[in-house]
């Protein structure tokens, strides 16, 4: 989002979005090498230079939302603010947001070939069951967004299997570093962590971890919502996106803009050797995930050659 004349004539703001590489009409690079946040965030900037915008807003959502932070990272001096929605990483892992179900989605997400089976598996995702459940004229919202979504998808196509893996292989592989941390509080911009309370791919506690290591710079909202809270909460995520331009135009200090309380000796209670135990474990846990997914792309790529092999036909030998 452009800052430097970016306000049209009307009072509005002047926005560009776009698809990150592996996906939509970007190019599609077929080595996973070729797809990390950091390179993504370097796509970002380049688009930057590309529309001439010296210096901008910053807002990413989920794997975009970890191409913000490595952008904001890179160039500080080029950010006015930067928002992150519904995203995690490696070093914000805790085990306790490791469930079944958070396993049983990727499962989904790995067997989901069709329209059909990839708008199913979105609409779980991407929503909050509350939300999907309402009733909407004669029909459910689920029932609405499905039949949407299968249209999306089958207009668009599914993602290849390089933009898939490649852009999975990013999400997985997407750190924070302490410079990296460093680099943003120090930057001279606000920063505002928005997130789903029912996010099953980006757990409430990814954000709330996140927000506390950004501190005094950054503002933890919550919202009742999925993964998609921005499209649960239209309203009040979109004020709460305005209200970060505002202060960052104004000037705001952190110390007014952030929202977390003082910590006290009891908030900080767990000991660094317990950190370091949930880190490592939770590396493992992760790494399992990864495994278990290249087992399912090998298991898939072996079936598809199986089926191109042609069946011999053997004649039954006569006795004399």
Not at 165 to 194: P, Y
Request: glycine share 6%.
């Amino acid at each position: 989002m452009e800052s430097d004349g970016a306000h049209n004539e009307v009072g509005g703001i002047e926005v560009c979005s776009f698809d990150n590489r592996g996906m939509g009409r970007s190019s599609v690079p077929t080595k996973k090498s070729d797809y990390t946040t950091r390179i993504m965030a370097k796509d970002a900037i380049a688009l930057l230079d590309h529309l001439g915008w010296k210096r901008s807003h910053v807002f990413g959502h989920s794997m975009g939302a970890m191409i913000a932070f490595k952008m904001a990272a890179l160039v500080p001096d080029r950010v006015l603010s930067l928002a992150l929605l519904n995203t995690w990483c490696l070093t914000c892992f805790t085990l306790l947001q490791l469930d079944r179900k958070s396993i049983f989605i990727a499962i989904r997400f790995l067997k989901a070939k069709t329209p059909e089976q990839r708008a199913a598996v979105d609409l779980d995702t991407h929503y909050s069951e509350e939300f999907l459940e309402e009733v909407i004229g004669s029909n459910t919202r689920r029932a609405i967004l499905y039949q949407d979504y299968v249209k999306g998808i089958t207009a668009s196509g599914m993602q290849s299997n390089y933009g898939f893996e490649g852009q999975l292989n990013a999400c997985w592989r997407h750190k924070m570093t302490q410079a990296e941390i460093d680099l943003i509080r120090s930057g001279g911009f606000l920063v505002s962590v928005i997130h789903g309370r029912q996010d099953v791919i980006a757990q409430i506690n990814h954000a709330r971890r996140l927000a506390q290591k950004l501190q005094p710079v950054a503002r933890m909202l919550e919202f009742h919502g999925g993964h998609l809270v921005a499209h649960e909460r239209t309203e009040e995520v979109n004020q709460a996106l305005l209200d970060l331009v505002k202060a960052s135009e104004m000037k705001m200090s952190p110390h007014d803009w952030n929202n977390f309380p003082k910590k006290s000796s009891e908030a900080s209670s767990t000991t660094s050797v317990e950190r370091e135990t949930n880190r490592i474990l939770a590396k493992i846990l992760v790494y399992i995930l990864y495994i278990f997914s290249l087992f399912m792309m090998a298991l898939k790529y072996a079936r598809s050659a199986l089926q191109r092999l042609k069946p011999t036909r053997v004649e039954a030998s006569t006795q004399k």
